[in-house]
């Protein structure tokens, strides 16, 4: 396994101006910039709480000393009392970057998210005076992920998909899922911290983890590269021959276990490197060939009809083992 970071765009930092962190983040935020929603302040009349509305200004920023992030947050405010669920009633919303609420005295909970990381700070209007902005701290950071086979072959981007899970491990033995099934060249808003990777091409066996450590105020673009090579199975009466139709396949690793099966002339899959027996079942006969996968060379593999022909009895003790 290994994974190679970009050059000198591998971490960048993304918060440079009030909208770099927007164009940072298109795979979530969209692809036309949200207006900000300063303009449309949302009135809080809680029945519960009275007094003159005061206005409540809210700034979001990556780390503690970047610059304000102008799009892609979600603001909500809160009420601090349960309702009859035991849930924290939502008193309003706003999307874009900062933002502002007409809020009456009285204690809030204000939430900002930023992708998968957010922040939370329990404010108070005074009845008296003003409220100073209120400025929150995300400590979030950013990763995009892509995968090459071998030292540098393309992985078409629908063939890939990754996972991102917890660095840590819980008592089970299994680690929390963060975000599932994320598509290469997908920026991923995260926390600041380390993250465990699973990169899966194809679906056999070509599974690849890493360890990835996310910076705040940076986006960390990362490569995995997998040691596998996609496949297409042929049974074919010649070399170079047209493939068989109504062919069945097993493929047995080098100690004997199935790790796929399918039905058709030429099936394509993805093998991690290694040793392989292809056995190819057709017209109540069974043929076989041992090959063996190389990183990053993908290939045909042909069984043929001649030369290749194994008794049931063999075969079938064979891909039962």
Same mark, same amino acid.
């Given at each position: 396994?290994?994974?190679?970071?970009?050059?000198?765009?591998?971490?960048?930092?993304?918060?440079?101006?009030?909208?770099?962190?927007?164009?940072?983040?298109?795979?979530?935020?969209?692809?036309?910039?949200?207006?900000?929603?300063?303009?449309?302040?949302?009135?809080?009349?809680?029945?519960?709480?009275?007094?003159?509305?005061?206005?409540?200004?809210?700034?979001?920023?990556?780390?503690?000393?970047?610059?304000?992030?102008?799009?892609?947050?979600?603001?909500?405010?809160?009420?601090?009392?349960?309702?009859?669920?035991?849930?924290?009633?939502?008193?309003?919303?706003?999307?874009?970057?900062?933002?502002?609420?007409?809020?009456?005295?009285?204690?809030?909970?204000?939430?900002?998210?930023?992708?998968?990381?957010?922040?939370?700070?329990?404010?108070?209007?005074?009845?008296?005076?003003?409220?100073?902005?209120?400025?929150?701290?995300?400590?979030?950071?950013?990763?995009?992920?892509?995968?090459?086979?071998?030292?540098?072959?393309?992985?078409?981007?629908?063939?890939?998909?990754?996972?991102?899970?917890?660095?840590?491990?819980?008592?089970?033995?299994?680690?929390?899922?963060?975000?599932?099934?994320?598509?290469?060249?997908?920026?991923?808003?995260?926390?600041?911290?380390?993250?465990?990777?699973?990169?899966?091409?194809?679906?056999?066996?070509?599974?690849?983890?890493?360890?990835?450590?996310?910076?705040?105020?940076?986006?960390?673009?990362?490569?995995?590269?997998?040691?596998?090579?996609?496949?297409?199975?042929?049974?074919?009466?010649?070399?170079?021959?047209?493939?068989? @139709?109504?062919?069945?396949?097993?493929?047995?690793?080098?100690?004997?276990?199935?790790?796929?099966?399918?039905?058709?002339?030429?099936?394509?899959?993805?093998?991690?490197?290694?040793?392989?027996?292809?056995?190819?079942?057709?017209?109540?006969?069974?043929?076989?060939?041992?090959?063996?996968?190389?990183?990053? @060379?993908?290939?045909?593999?042909?069984?043929?009809?001649?030369?290749?022909? @194994?008794?049931?009895?063999?075969?079938?003790?064979?891909?039962?083992?």
């Amino acid at each position: 396994m290994a994974i190679t970071f970009a050059g000198a765009g591998a971490e960048r930092t993304f918060a440079e101006d009030a909208s770099d962190a927007f164009k940072s983040f298109p795979s979530i935020s969209g692809t036309r910039k949200m207006p900000k929603l300063t303009s449309f302040n949302t009135l809080i009349t809680d029945p519960t709480q009275g007094g003159e509305l005061k206005d409540v200004k809210l700034e979001a920023l990556l780390t503690e000393n970047g610059p304000a992030v102008e799009s892609g947050l979600t603001w909500r405010v809160f009420s601090p009392i349960p309702d009859s669920d035991g849930k924290l009633p939502l008193l309003a919303t706003s999307e874009g970057g900062s933002t502002g609420f007409n809020l009456v005295p009285g204690e809030y909970f204000v939430n900002v998210a930023f992708g998968r990381a957010g922040a939370t700070r329990k404010i108070r209007v005074p009845e008296d005076g003003r409220l100073d902005k209120q400025v929150l701290v995300l400590d979030a950071g950013g990763v995009m992920l892509n995968a090459v086979s071998g030292s540098d072959v393309r992985i078409p981007p629908n063939e890939l998909s990754f996972s991102i899970y917890s660095s840590d491990v819980k008592d089970d033995g299994e680690r929390a899922l963060i975000v599932a099934d994320v598509k290469p060249k997908t920026v991923v808003r995260l926390s600041a911290g380390t993250y465990h990777i699973v990169s899966d091409y194809g679906s056999v066996n070509a599974v690849i983890r890493a360890d990835i450590q996310v910076e705040a105020g940076k986006l960390t673009e990362a490569t995995i590269q997998h040691r596998a090579a996609k496949l297409t199975l042929k049974l074919v009466a010649e070399p170079g021959g047209e493939a068989i @139709a109504d062919t069945a396949w097993s493929i047995l690793t080098s100690s004997g276990d199935v790790v796929s099966e399918s039905v058709g002339a030429f099936p394509t899959l993805v093998l991690a490197e290694g040793s392989y027996t292809a056995v190819a079942r057709n017209k109540d006969k069974i043929y076989q060939r041992d090959f063996t996968v190389r990183a990053g @060379a993908n290939t045909d593999v042909e069984v043929l009809l001649h030369g290749n022909e @194994a008794s049931n009895e063999t075969a079938n003790a064979e891909a039962q083992d």
